[in-house]
């Protein structure tokens, strides 16, 4: 396949100071929860996002000084000379593609309690850290801003030796000292690094002038700042104090990469932003105020807005992190004129969720993202077929789905039977919630691969039993029938049914997708703390219902906090005016009444309610897998020599497990077993 010449633009050379980018795909620095604590994997991960095509490769963001870190997330470190060896993994297999590797170097100011090593944080007013742990952060005095501008100068020297082309100096997010000490609230200062804006950058300027000097002559200099704080005039505005700090320094580092800040704002979810280039209303200035190159980031997937961003003087570089995980190949499908094939993010966050709990990164569309190492999964490659056995999936949620994509890579003869009238099971309704339509494209990109595979036949309309599963003597079935969700109230508050449940019609979500929507007073019992408690009561509160929402947690969505999407949901619902009854459990029901209770005092509180959605937990529907255990006697003469379920129906979980489990079971096809690979731990 040929690409389009307009797109011939995004596969240009950039200069960047002394060092020069093959393309104008740029993979900004992004957090993946195995840094300093898993460096070979995250070496094989950032080495095969080069190999995709980017042109840079960055880190996450990388201490500088033990004085300043963020345990328990695990994030890069370049402490001292011990920890080079370990960037020179990533550095050689980024150069290994032709792509520059860049370092993105970070003191954390008050973001950093120091949980390990247990210093005192720095920042330039005294104050509590920005965590809630009991920790206050000392204010910088001379000696330790002197100490600083070493630790900065010492750290370059180190990512140069590392084999790094690009060098960071990071004032983002709130997350950098830098940054601090420009942001007025939070520098209180009377000296020469306080008050006037000028005073407040100098620190900034001291560091990238002298990062400059000590590597400037083959490095070059990136810096990242946040041009907006969506904070209004409290904080730093891309009409004022950003756009005067961009045209102080406007020469000063080799490349400009901008964005907003909080890592909240700049990292939304396309519940909360569905458009890509959300942030060029606040960036687009940027290039007006400075000849160097520009990166900026924003979701981008679409080809066509790629080329118009730099054509139209916005940015030089495509600045991505999600679209590079969901798609370490994004680039190199343009390239070869593959843009079909190109696995779109669907800003879900999930990727976050690995940062915020200190676990190597997941993501829902790329289920080979943070396993390049440790299970040897590359996202384009997969070993072909062991034989030439046909295999039989059932059901073609996200599970069956990328099941069949893969074992249909592999070049096994696959038919996948569906019940629905189209694929895509729970995703068909799941997107159609208030602000879920991107997770369309789970299914739009497997289904449309699919369809193009000789060796993949899908059957709508048909569901099997376990008499036609064993008639069809396939030699592997693979069942992924998915889940629903439970009626009787069980989940995390109750491991019994909720008494009363029998004196009243109770809904769930499952009845809401079969159109049964209840209008007047909704009660919604949230056990389920993901997003889908939230969606139900967004959804009836948009349709005119009186929403309640009673959870046992303190806040609503409770587990968004790992999506960077909790203040969000609770903002929109109490817009919506919807009831949040936090810290209460449901429990009892009648005819008229719900009896809740506080979590803590046990006291009671009665809430009227014309009609009650339970979102507590969920029933893998494994039913067919369960007769078929049970007839494991007749597998011989049905010819079947293996029996798999994956996805919802083995155990009920995010889209990203399900995806992720329809991925395993068809790599591991007449191989090795489902656990080989956990323990290769680097
Ligand atoms: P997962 O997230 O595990 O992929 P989903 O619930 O999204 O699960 O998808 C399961 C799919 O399986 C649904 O589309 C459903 O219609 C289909 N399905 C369930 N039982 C059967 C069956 N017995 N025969 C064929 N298809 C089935
Ligand atoms: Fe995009 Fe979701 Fe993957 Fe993150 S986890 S890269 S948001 S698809």
């Not at 709130?174 to 940054?179: P, R, Y």
């Not at 007073?521 to 389920?528: L, S, T």
Request: charged share 25%.
């Amino acid at each position: 396949m040929t690409r389009d010449t307009r797109y011939d633009i995004l596969f240009e050379p950039v200069k960047i100071g002394p060092v020069t980018a093959p393309s104008r795909f740029y993979q900004v620095p992004h957090c993946n929860g195995m840094g300093y604590r898993h460096p070979e994997r995250h070496a094989a991960m950032r080495g095969i996002k080069a190999e995709g095509g980017w042109g840079v490769v960055c880190t996450e963001e990388v201490e500088i000084h033990p004085s300043s870190e963020i345990s328990p997330s695990i994030e890069g470190r370049i402490w001292d000379a011990s920890d080079i060896a370990y960037h020179r993994l990533m550095t050689d297999a980024v150069h290994a593609h032709g792509a520059l590797a860049g370092i993105e170097l970070v003191y954390n100011g008050f973001h950093a309690p120091n949980r390990e090593t247990r210093l005192p944080p720095m920042a330039p007013t005294a104050m509590p850290v920005a965590a809630y742990d009991p920790v206050h952060a000392r204010a910088m005095d001379r000696r330790d801003i002197q100490d600083l501008r070493r630790w900065y100068r010492e750290a370059a020297l180190r990512a140069k030796e590392a084999g790094f082309d690009i060098v960071y100096v990071y004032a983002g997010h709130s997350m950098s000292v830098l940054m601090h000490f420009m942001q007025a609230r939070f520098n209180q200062r009377t000296d020469d690094y306080g008050g006037a804006l000028e005073n407040r950058v100098r620190l900034t300027k001291e560091v990238l002038s002298e990062a400059k000097d000590a590597v400037g002559d083959s490095c070059a200099i990136a810096f990242r700042f946040s041009v907006e704080e969506m904070i209004g005039t409290a904080g730093i505005t891309s009409d004022g104090e950003g756009q005067d700090i961009v045209g102080m320094l406007a020469e000063l580092p080799d490349l400009w990469d901008v964005t907003v800040s909080g890592w909240a704002n700049d990292t939304v979810t396309a519940r909360f932003e569905p458009s890509e280039g959300y942030q060029d209303k606040h960036t687009a200035f940027v290039k007006s105020l400075t000849t160097k190159p520009v990166v900026g980031v924003g979701r981008f997937t679409s080809v066509d807005g790629m080329v118009a961003r730099i054509r139209g003087g916005v940015l030089d570089f495509i600045g991505a992190a999600r679209p590079s995980i969901a798609d370490p190949f994004l680039p190199k499908k343009i390239r070869e004129g593959r843009v079909d094939e190109i696995r779109e993010c669907i800003g879900c966050n999930i990727c976050v969720t690995g940062d915020m709990q200190s676990v190597p990164i997941r993501c829902t569309q790329n289920p080979t993202m943070g396993e390049e190492r440790r299970r040897g999964w590359h996202p384009e490659r997969i070993a072909a077929k062991v034989s030439d056995d046909p295999v039989l999936i059932v059901g073609a949620g996200p599970a069956g789905l990328e099941c069949a994509l893969q074992l249909g890579k592999r070049g096994y003869p696959v038919t996948v039977a569906e019940s629905g009238l189209e694929v895509g099971g729970r995703l068909n309704w799941e997107s159609q919630l208030p602000g879920m339509a991107s997770y369309r494209r789970v299914r739009e990109y497997r289904e449309g691969l699919l369809r193009q595979m000789a060796n993949v036949e899908i059957y709508l309309d048909s569901a099997l039993n376990a008499d036609a599963v064993l008639a069809f003597q396939f030699p592997h079935v693979i069942l992924a029938t998915g889940s629903s969700w439970r009626r009787d109230g069980t989940g995390r508050q109750h491991q019994r049914e909720i008494p009363g449940l029998a004196q009243r019609q109770i809904l769930t979500p499952d009845d809401l997708m079969g159109g049964d929507v209840p209008a007047g007073k909704v009660a919604i019992f949230d056990d389920d703390h993901y997003i889908m408690g939230g969606l139900i009561a967004e959804l009836l509160a948009g349709l005119g219902a009186q929403v309640t929402l009673i959870t046992p947690a303190p806040l609503a969505s409770h587990w968004t906090e790992n999506t960077m999407e909790q203040k969000r949901i609770q903002k929109r619902l109490l817009e919506k005016e919807v009831t949040i009854v936090a810290n209460h459990d449901l429990l009892s029901i009648d005819s008229n009444e719900l009896e809740t209770a506080c979590v803590f005092t046990g006291k009671r509180r009665d809430l009227a309610a014309d009609a009650l959605v339970l979102v507590t937990a969920r029933n893998a529907d494994d039913q067919l897998h369960q007769e078929l255990r049970g007839r494991a006697d007749e597998f011989t003469t049905a010819g079947i020599k293996s029996l798999t379920a994956i996805g919802d129906c083995l155990a009920p979980g995010t889209v990203a497990s399900a995806v992720y489990l329809g991925h395993l079971a068809a790599r591991n096809l007449e191989g090795e077993p489902w656990d080989a690979g956990l323990f290769n731990r680097g």
